[in-house]
Nanobody
Framework: QVQLVESGGGLVQPGGSLRLSCAASGSIFSINAMGWYRQAPGKQRELVAAITSGGSTNYADSVKGRFTISRDNAKNTVSLQMNSLKLEDTAVYYC??????????????WGQGTQVTVSS
């Protein structure tokens, strides 16, 4: 019922920047929290940043001061501006939305993932 489409991943050198975007579509009553998770090879998926519909944000300690999450409630989009990228930021990044959907209620939805590679 809900589709999340991500864009903006790619290859960047250490210290560089990338911006990830995610758009939610489908039969949506409302979206509560939206966020970005990442999974590096051999590691568990971890929260990178999240934002509520009211604009409250939460960041992983490892990205505080470097990454900024934002959203447009009217367009059901969320973005992640990533600056000062490090080698350890390399991972597949997944968009997540906690949405309220007709006939389903509240549920979590995931994008397909976008690769971010930081390499010199």
């Amino acid at each position: 019922q809900v589709q999340l489409v991500e864009s903006g991943g790619g290859l960047v050198q250490p210290g560089g920047s990338l911006r990830l975007s995610c758009a939610a579509s489908g039969s949506i009553f409302s979206i509560n929290a939206m966020g970005w998770y990442r999974q590096a090879p051999g590691k568990q998926r971890e929260l990178v940043a999240a934002i509520t519909s009211g604009g409250s944000t939460n960041y992983a300690d490892s990205v505080k001061g470097r990454f900024t999450i934002s959203r447009d409630n009217a367009k059901n989009t969320v973005s992640l501006q990533m600056n000062s990228l490090k080698l350890e930021d390399t991972a597949v990044y997944y968009c997540n939305a906690e949405a309220i959907v007709p006939m389903v209620g509240r549920s979590d939805y995931w994008g397909q993932g976008t690769q971010v590679t930081v390499s010199s």
